[in-house]
T-cell receptor, first 112, second 114 residues
Framework: KQEVTQIPAALSVPEGENLVLNCSFT??????LQWFRQDPGKGLTSLLL?????REQTSGRLNASLDKSSGRSTLYIAASQPGDSATYLC???????????FGGGTRLMVKP | EAQVTQNPRYLITVTGKKLTVTCSQN?????MSWYRQDPGLGLRQIYYSMNVEVTDKGDVPEGYKVSRKEKRNFPLILESPSPNQTSLYFCASSSPRGNTGELFFGEGSRLTVL
């Protein structure tokens, strides 16, 4: 059974710092991996989707990488801003269908 | 505006009283899914549907039913709710291209079962 772990569970940084959020998964036979942002009391917003054949995806200040063989993905946020404060979740889609497995999330606080 | 709409957003009910949480998407997505989110347990998939009249169990289907009679709607049914089904529920849908593209989520439905 796929297990997805996100470290750290919480992170507090000053504004302007570059930071890396980590996601690891136990079964490397994945179809794709997706990073989401969740604001308190809200639904999830998709940030980046990486197919299993891709190594990375970029959107603005965000860059997500994927290393299937080692079971890892990272989300890099450049020049963090207070508006980036939220919980970030990664989700892995396995090869057997559409069973998505979510990590527990990293709660990010960017201080002005 | 492209969106996934869930109703109700908040609900307090009592044990055993049947309820339905509706989910509707206006993006012509074939794939739809239900999740529950609990502190310390994260998001877990309840049921998903690849198309009309096609549904499959996720990780935690016990105590839930779903139906997919129309492409846009995917209601979640709790026939006899119990307190352990108190949770935050999310519906999601995705593009028909490929096997689960970008997922779009609803705003969530917070359910309390007394």
């Amino acid at each position: 059974k796929q297990e997805v772990t996100q470290i750290p569970a919480a992170l507090s940084v000053p504004e302007g710092e570059n930071l890396v959020l980590n996601c690891s998964f136990t079964d490397s036979a994945i179809y794709n991996l997706q990073w989401f942002r969740q604001d308190p009391g809200k639904g999830l917003t998709s940030l980046l989707l990486i197919q299993s054949s891709q190594r990375e995806q970029t959107s603005g200040r965000l860059n997500a990488s994927l290393d299937k063989s080692s079971g890892r993905s990272t989300l890099y946020i450049a020049a963090s801003q207070p508006g980036d404060s939220a919980t970030y979740l990664c989700a892995v889609n396995n090869n057997a269908g559409n069973m998505l497995t979510f990590g527990g999330g990293t709660r990010l606080m960017v201080k002005p | 505006e492209a969106q996934v709409t869930q109703n109700p957003r908040y609900l307090i009910t009592v044990t055993g009283k049947k309820l339905t949480v509706t989910c509707s998407q206006n993006m012509n997505h074939e794939y739809m899914s239900w999740y529950r989110q609990d502190p310390g347990l994260g998001l877990r998939q309840i049921y998903y549907s690849m198309n009309v009249e096609v549904t499959d169990k996720g990780d935690v289907p016990e105590g839930y039913k779903v139906s997919r009679k129309e492409k846009r709607n995917f209601p979640l049914i709790l026939e006899s709710p119990s307190p352990n089904q108190t949770s935050l529920y999310f519906c999601a849908s995705s593009s028909p291209r490929g096997n689960t593209g970008e997922l779009f989520f609803g705003e969530g439905s917070r359910l309390t079962v007394l």
